[in-house]
Protein backbone atom coordinates (compact mmCIF):
# COMPACT_ATOMS: atom_id res chain seq x y z
CA UNK A 1 0.00 0.00 0.00
CA UNK A 2 1.48 3.28 -0.90
CA UNK A 3 2.49 6.07 1.72
CA UNK A 4 0.35 8.84 2.18
CA UNK A 5 2.01 12.25 3.15
CA UNK A 6 0.86 13.80 6.10
CA UNK A 7 -1.61 16.14 4.16
CA UNK A 8 -2.65 13.31 2.47
CA UNK A 9 -4.00 11.92 5.85
CA UNK A 10 -5.30 15.22 6.93
CA UNK A 11 -7.15 15.56 3.69
CA UNK A 12 -8.47 12.02 3.98
CA UNK A 13 -9.69 12.43 7.21
CA UNK A 14 -11.64 15.88 6.66
CA UNK A 15 -12.94 14.60 4.09
CA UNK A 16 -13.96 11.32 5.71
CA UNK A 17 -15.76 13.83 8.72
CA UNK A 18 -17.54 15.34 6.10
CA UNK A 19 -19.05 12.53 4.86
CA UNK A 20 -19.58 11.07 7.92
CA UNK A 21 -21.61 14.26 9.67
CA UNK A 22 -22.62 15.55 6.49
CA UNK A 23 -20.94 19.33 6.34
CA UNK A 24 -19.25 19.55 9.21
CA UNK A 25 -16.26 22.33 7.95
CA UNK A 26 -12.95 23.54 9.79
CA UNK A 27 -15.30 27.06 10.01
CA UNK A 28 -17.72 24.98 12.05
CA UNK A 29 -15.20 23.22 13.65
CA UNK A 30 -13.37 26.49 14.72
CA UNK A 31 -16.90 27.91 16.03
CA UNK A 32 -17.16 25.47 17.93
CA UNK A 33 -14.24 25.46 19.49
CA UNK A 34 -14.45 28.56 20.41
CA UNK A 35 -17.41 28.69 22.25
CA UNK A 36 -16.50 25.52 23.86
CA UNK A 37 -12.72 26.77 24.78
CA UNK A 38 -14.30 30.45 26.37
CA UNK A 39 -16.85 27.79 28.45
CA UNK A 40 -14.57 25.67 29.72
CA UNK A 41 -12.65 28.97 30.78
CA UNK A 42 -15.00 30.53 32.43
CA UNK A 43 -16.14 27.42 34.00
CA UNK A 44 -12.42 26.81 35.22
CA UNK A 45 -12.63 30.79 37.06
CA UNK A 46 -16.21 29.23 38.32
CA UNK A 47 -14.61 25.96 39.80
CA UNK A 48 -11.57 27.97 41.29
CA UNK A 49 -13.78 30.80 42.88
CA UNK A 50 -16.86 28.96 44.50
CA UNK A 51 -16.04 24.88 44.01
CA UNK A 52 -12.14 23.59 44.42
CA UNK A 53 -10.57 22.88 47.60
CA UNK A 54 -7.19 24.77 47.87
CA UNK A 55 -5.82 21.73 48.18
CA UNK A 56 -7.35 19.85 45.08
CA UNK A 57 -7.12 21.60 42.11
CA UNK A 58 -5.70 19.55 39.46
CA UNK A 59 -6.97 18.63 35.86
CA UNK A 60 -8.63 15.12 36.62
CA UNK A 61 -10.48 16.52 39.41
CA UNK A 62 -11.69 19.55 37.34
CA UNK A 63 -12.57 17.14 34.60
CA UNK A 64 -14.71 15.57 37.59
CA UNK A 65 -15.98 18.40 38.64
CA UNK A 66 -17.45 19.24 34.64
CA UNK A 67 -19.08 15.75 34.12
CA UNK A 68 -20.45 14.95 37.47
CA UNK A 69 -22.09 11.59 37.12
CA UNK A 70 -24.94 12.93 39.74
CA UNK A 71 -25.58 14.90 36.85
CA UNK A 72 -25.06 12.85 33.68
CA UNK A 73 -26.61 9.32 35.33
CA UNK A 74 -29.46 11.30 37.35
CA UNK A 75 -32.58 9.69 35.50
CA UNK A 76 -33.33 13.61 34.53
CA UNK A 77 -30.50 13.91 32.06
CA UNK A 78 -31.81 10.94 30.44
CA UNK A 79 -35.20 12.97 29.83
CA UNK A 80 -33.15 15.63 28.60
CA UNK A 81 -32.00 13.16 25.75
CA UNK A 82 -36.01 11.52 25.23
CA UNK A 83 -37.18 15.05 24.41
CA UNK A 84 -34.17 15.98 22.10
CA UNK A 85 -35.04 13.15 20.08
CA UNK A 86 -38.64 14.32 19.98
CA UNK A 87 -37.80 17.84 19.02
CA UNK A 88 -35.91 16.69 15.98
CA UNK A 89 -39.44 14.96 14.42
CA UNK A 90 -40.45 19.03 14.79
CA UNK A 91 -37.89 20.95 14.54
CA UNK A 92 -37.55 21.05 10.27
CA UNK A 93 -41.00 22.42 10.04
CA UNK A 94 -41.07 24.62 13.02
CA UNK A 95 -37.80 26.41 11.26
CA UNK A 96 -39.26 26.37 7.75
CA UNK A 97 -43.09 27.51 8.94
CA UNK A 98 -41.47 30.78 11.12
CA UNK A 99 -38.80 31.25 8.13
CA UNK A 100 -41.81 31.45 5.82
CA UNK A 101 -43.27 33.40 7.95
CA UNK A 102 -40.86 36.47 9.05
CA UNK A 103 -40.40 36.48 4.78
CA UNK A 104 -43.94 36.88 4.54
CA UNK A 105 -44.74 39.44 7.56
CA UNK A 106 -41.20 41.24 5.85
CA UNK A 107 -42.21 41.79 2.52
CA UNK A 108 -45.41 42.72 3.15
CA UNK A 109 -44.61 45.41 5.58
CA UNK A 110 -42.35 47.01 3.22
CA UNK A 111 -44.79 46.98 0.33
CA UNK A 112 -47.30 48.32 2.62
CA UNK A 113 -44.64 51.34 3.75
CA UNK A 114 -44.12 51.76 -0.44
CA UNK A 115 -47.93 52.47 -0.80
CA UNK A 116 -48.26 55.07 1.79
CA UNK A 117 -45.03 56.75 1.40
CA UNK A 118 -44.09 56.59 -2.44
CA UNK A 119 -41.73 58.84 -2.67
CA UNK A 120 -39.21 57.69 -0.38
CA UNK A 121 -35.73 58.07 -1.38
CA UNK A 122 -34.06 55.01 0.32
CA UNK A 123 -30.47 55.58 -0.63
CA UNK A 124 -28.41 55.28 2.50
CA UNK A 125 -24.57 53.78 3.65
CA UNK A 126 -24.08 51.96 5.73
CA UNK A 127 -21.32 52.42 7.93
CA UNK A 128 -19.57 50.37 10.69
CA UNK A 129 -22.16 52.18 13.91
CA UNK A 130 -25.05 51.67 11.72
CA UNK A 131 -24.16 48.64 10.78
CA UNK A 132 -23.48 47.73 14.67
CA UNK A 133 -26.84 49.95 16.21
CA UNK A 134 -28.99 47.71 13.80
CA UNK A 135 -27.73 44.78 14.59
CA UNK A 136 -28.11 45.77 18.71
CA UNK A 137 -31.91 46.33 17.56
CA UNK A 138 -32.53 42.78 16.10
CA UNK A 139 -30.90 41.28 19.08
CA UNK A 140 -32.66 43.55 21.62
CA UNK A 141 -36.29 42.75 19.67
CA UNK A 142 -35.91 38.82 18.83
CA UNK A 143 -34.79 38.87 22.95
CA UNK A 144 -38.07 40.86 23.66
CA UNK A 145 -39.69 38.28 21.53
CA UNK A 146 -38.14 35.78 23.89
CA UNK A 147 -38.77 37.18 27.21
CA UNK A 148 -42.74 37.94 25.92
CA UNK A 149 -43.03 34.16 24.89
CA UNK A 150 -41.20 32.98 28.09
CA UNK A 151 -43.63 35.11 30.75
CA UNK A 152 -46.71 34.23 29.17
CA UNK A 153 -45.34 30.53 29.61
CA UNK A 154 -45.29 30.89 33.14
CA UNK A 155 -48.40 33.32 33.63
CA UNK A 156 -50.91 31.56 31.79
CA UNK A 157 -51.84 28.11 33.32
CA UNK A 158 -52.51 26.20 30.67
CA UNK A 159 -49.25 26.93 29.15
CA UNK A 160 -47.42 26.44 32.34
CA UNK A 161 -48.62 22.63 31.69
CA UNK A 162 -46.26 23.01 28.73
CA UNK A 163 -43.62 24.81 30.20
CA UNK A 164 -43.19 22.53 33.31
CA UNK A 165 -41.76 20.42 30.51
CA UNK A 166 -38.42 22.39 30.49
CA UNK A 167 -39.08 23.23 34.31
CA UNK A 168 -39.05 19.41 35.76
CA UNK A 169 -35.64 19.17 34.90
CA UNK A 170 -34.03 18.34 38.61
CA UNK A 171 -30.32 18.61 37.37
CA UNK A 172 -29.77 20.82 34.69
CA UNK A 173 -26.71 20.23 31.80
CA UNK A 174 -26.09 21.78 28.51
CA UNK A 175 -28.69 19.15 27.31
CA UNK A 176 -31.39 20.58 29.04
CA UNK A 177 -31.95 23.53 26.98
CA UNK A 178 -33.74 21.30 24.42
CA UNK A 179 -35.88 19.61 27.15
CA UNK A 180 -38.79 21.67 25.79
CA UNK A 181 -42.06 20.89 24.52
CA UNK A 182 -42.17 21.32 20.10
CA UNK A 183 -45.17 23.82 21.46
CA UNK A 184 -42.95 25.75 23.29
CA UNK A 185 -40.38 26.30 20.37
CA UNK A 186 -43.44 27.26 17.95
CA UNK A 187 -45.14 29.36 20.09
CA UNK A 188 -41.39 31.35 20.82
CA UNK A 189 -40.45 30.92 16.89
CA UNK A 190 -43.92 32.40 15.45
CA UNK A 191 -43.62 35.43 17.95
CA UNK A 192 -40.07 36.40 16.90
CA UNK A 193 -41.32 35.87 13.34
CA UNK A 194 -44.19 38.55 14.08
CA UNK A 195 -41.90 41.00 15.95
CA UNK A 196 -39.28 40.70 13.31
CA UNK A 197 -40.65 40.51 10.59
CA UNK A 198 -42.26 44.29 10.59
CA UNK A 199 -38.78 45.13 11.81
CA UNK A 200 -36.68 43.78 8.82
CA UNK A 201 -39.73 45.11 6.50
CA UNK A 202 -38.90 48.33 7.70
CA UNK A 203 -35.34 48.37 7.16
CA UNK A 204 -35.81 47.20 3.82
CA UNK A 205 -38.34 49.96 2.73
CA UNK A 206 -35.98 52.85 4.18
CA UNK A 207 -32.75 51.49 3.22
CA UNK A 208 -33.43 49.27 0.30
CA UNK A 209 -31.78 46.33 0.19
CA UNK A 210 -31.86 43.67 2.80
CA UNK A 211 -29.47 44.20 5.18
CA UNK A 212 -27.37 41.89 7.59
CA UNK A 213 -26.40 42.12 10.82
CA UNK A 214 -23.11 42.29 11.54
CA UNK A 215 -21.83 38.82 12.55
CA UNK A 216 -18.82 36.89 14.10
CA UNK A 217 -18.55 33.23 13.37
CA UNK A 218 -21.38 32.91 10.61
CA UNK A 219 -24.04 33.99 13.80
CA UNK A 220 -25.53 37.39 14.66
CA UNK A 221 -22.54 39.27 16.48
CA UNK A 222 -24.48 39.82 19.82
CA UNK A 223 -25.04 35.99 19.77
CA UNK A 224 -22.00 35.38 18.95
CA UNK A 225 -21.00 37.36 21.90
CA UNK A 226 -23.56 35.80 24.18
CA UNK A 227 -21.97 32.65 23.52
CA UNK A 228 -18.61 33.29 24.01
CA UNK A 229 -19.78 34.72 27.36
CA UNK A 230 -21.03 31.21 29.12
CA UNK A 231 -24.02 30.65 27.44
CA UNK A 232 -23.31 26.71 27.49
CA UNK A 233 -23.14 27.08 31.55
CA UNK A 234 -26.93 28.42 32.18
CA UNK A 235 -28.38 24.71 32.17
CA UNK A 236 -25.44 23.33 34.41
CA UNK A 237 -24.34 22.77 37.83
CA UNK A 238 -21.80 25.81 37.54
CA UNK A 239 -22.23 28.70 39.49
CA UNK A 240 -21.29 31.71 37.20
CA UNK A 241 -22.10 35.16 38.02
CA UNK A 242 -21.30 38.38 36.00
CA UNK A 243 -20.97 40.18 39.37
CA UNK A 244 -23.97 42.47 40.54
CA UNK A 245 -23.90 45.56 38.01
CA UNK A 246 -23.19 43.87 34.71
CA UNK A 247 -25.96 41.20 35.73
CA UNK A 248 -28.13 44.83 35.32
CA UNK A 249 -26.93 44.46 31.63
CA UNK A 250 -27.03 40.67 30.81
CA UNK A 251 -28.51 37.32 32.14
CA UNK A 252 -25.51 35.46 33.39
CA UNK A 253 -25.98 31.80 33.76
CA UNK A 254 -26.24 32.42 37.29
CA UNK A 255 -29.50 34.02 36.82
CA UNK A 256 -31.01 31.39 34.69
CA UNK A 257 -30.20 28.90 36.92
CA UNK A 258 -32.24 31.04 39.65
CA UNK A 259 -35.20 31.32 36.99
CA UNK A 260 -35.35 27.09 37.56
CA UNK A 261 -34.65 27.31 41.05
CA UNK A 262 -37.41 25.68 43.64
CA UNK A 263 -37.14 28.52 46.35
CA UNK A 264 -39.78 30.43 46.13
CA UNK A 265 -37.89 33.83 45.76
CA UNK A 266 -36.67 32.73 43.31
CA UNK A 267 -39.81 32.02 40.89
CA UNK A 268 -41.23 33.93 38.01
CA UNK A 269 -37.54 35.78 38.24
CA UNK A 270 -35.17 36.60 35.30
CA UNK A 271 -36.90 35.65 32.46
CA UNK A 272 -35.04 37.19 29.35
CA UNK A 273 -31.68 35.04 27.49
CA UNK A 274 -29.75 37.38 26.88
CA UNK A 275 -30.24 41.26 28.08
CA UNK A 276 -31.29 41.88 31.57
CA UNK A 277 -33.56 44.97 30.39
CA UNK A 278 -36.58 43.16 29.00
CA UNK A 279 -36.64 41.87 33.05
CA UNK A 280 -35.70 45.14 34.29
CA UNK A 281 -38.43 47.62 32.83
CA UNK A 282 -41.17 44.45 33.18
CA UNK A 283 -40.28 43.84 37.09
CA UNK A 284 -39.35 40.52 36.98
CA UNK A 285 -35.10 40.84 37.60
CA UNK A 286 -33.82 39.09 39.93
CA UNK A 287 -29.65 40.06 40.79
CA UNK A 288 -28.08 37.65 43.63
CA UNK A 289 -25.82 39.27 45.72
CA UNK A 290 -23.32 36.44 45.60
CA UNK A 291 -22.93 32.82 45.55
CA UNK A 292 -26.34 31.28 46.24
CA UNK A 293 -27.33 27.17 46.73
CA UNK A 294 -30.00 26.11 44.16
CA UNK A 295 -31.87 23.25 44.20
CA UNK A 296 -33.91 22.57 40.43
CA UNK A 297 -37.26 21.76 39.35
CA UNK A 298 -40.75 22.28 40.18
CA UNK A 299 -41.88 21.45 43.86
CA UNK A 300 -45.54 20.28 45.01
CA UNK A 301 -46.78 18.99 41.86
CA UNK A 302 -46.77 15.03 42.38
CA UNK A 303 -47.76 14.61 38.80
CA UNK A 304 -45.10 15.20 36.96
CA UNK A 305 -43.08 12.54 34.40
CA UNK A 306 -42.29 14.01 31.50
CA UNK A 307 -40.27 10.94 29.86
CA UNK A 308 -41.36 9.38 26.73
CA UNK A 309 -43.25 9.99 24.15
CA UNK A 310 -46.54 9.75 26.34
CA UNK A 311 -45.08 12.20 29.23
CA UNK A 312 -43.29 14.56 27.14
CA UNK A 313 -45.26 14.72 24.18
CA UNK A 314 -49.41 14.03 24.79
CA UNK A 315 -49.53 14.85 28.39
CA UNK A 316 -48.12 18.43 28.50
CA UNK A 317 -51.35 18.78 25.75
CA UNK A 318 -53.76 17.22 27.72
CA UNK A 319 -52.72 18.39 31.45
CA UNK A 320 -52.61 21.91 29.47
CA UNK A 321 -56.54 21.66 27.97
CA UNK A 322 -57.93 20.11 31.30
CA UNK A 323 -56.36 23.41 32.54
CA UNK A 324 -57.55 25.92 30.14
CA UNK A 325 -61.08 24.05 30.13
CA UNK A 326 -61.42 23.98 33.86
CA UNK A 327 -61.01 20.21 34.69
CA UNK A 328 -57.82 20.54 36.37
CA UNK A 329 -56.61 23.23 38.16
CA UNK A 330 -53.41 24.64 37.38
CA UNK A 331 -50.22 23.92 39.55
CA UNK A 332 -47.62 26.74 39.82
CA UNK A 333 -48.83 29.98 38.77
CA UNK A 334 -52.64 29.87 40.31
CA UNK A 335 -53.05 31.83 43.60
CA UNK A 336 -54.62 29.86 45.49
CA UNK A 337 -51.90 26.90 45.22
CA UNK A 338 -49.26 29.88 46.15
CA UNK A 339 -50.98 30.38 49.24
CA UNK A 340 -51.39 26.66 49.96
CA UNK A 341 -47.50 26.47 49.39
CA UNK A 342 -46.80 29.44 51.33
CA UNK A 343 -49.07 28.57 54.58
CA UNK A 344 -47.26 24.99 54.25
CA UNK A 345 -43.87 26.53 54.27
CA UNK A 346 -44.40 29.19 56.66
CA UNK A 347 -41.40 29.45 59.42
CA UNK A 348 -43.13 28.65 62.37
CA UNK A 349 -44.68 32.23 64.34
CA UNK A 350 -41.85 32.25 67.36
CA UNK A 351 -38.81 32.37 64.17
CA UNK A 352 -38.41 35.70 62.11
CA UNK A 353 -40.06 35.56 58.94
CA UNK A 354 -38.09 35.06 55.83
CA UNK A 355 -37.27 37.53 53.39
ZN1 LIG B 1 -39.20 29.32 32.49
ZN1 LIG C 1 -33.85 27.04 31.21
Do not use: C
Request: proline share 6%; aromatic share 12%.
Amino acid sequence: MKDLSPQEVLDTALRNAEALFGGVTLKYAVVIGVFVGTTLALAWIAWRLHYVKRSAPGPMNFLRFLFPRSVYLHRSTWVDIQLIVINQLFSPLTLSLTALGTGVIASATSEGLGRILPGHDPSFSWGLWSLLLFTLALALVSDLATYVVHRLYHTIPALWEIHKVHHSAEVMSPLTIFRIHPLYDLAARALKALLMGPLQGLVFFAWAGPVDAMTAFGANLVFAVFHMFGAGLRHSHVWLSYGPWLERVFISPAQHQIHHSVARKHWDKNFGQIFALWDWVFGSLYVPKGYEELKFGITGDPSVNFSGVAGGLVRPVVNGWLVATGRRRGARPTRAWRRRQERENAPPQSLPAEE
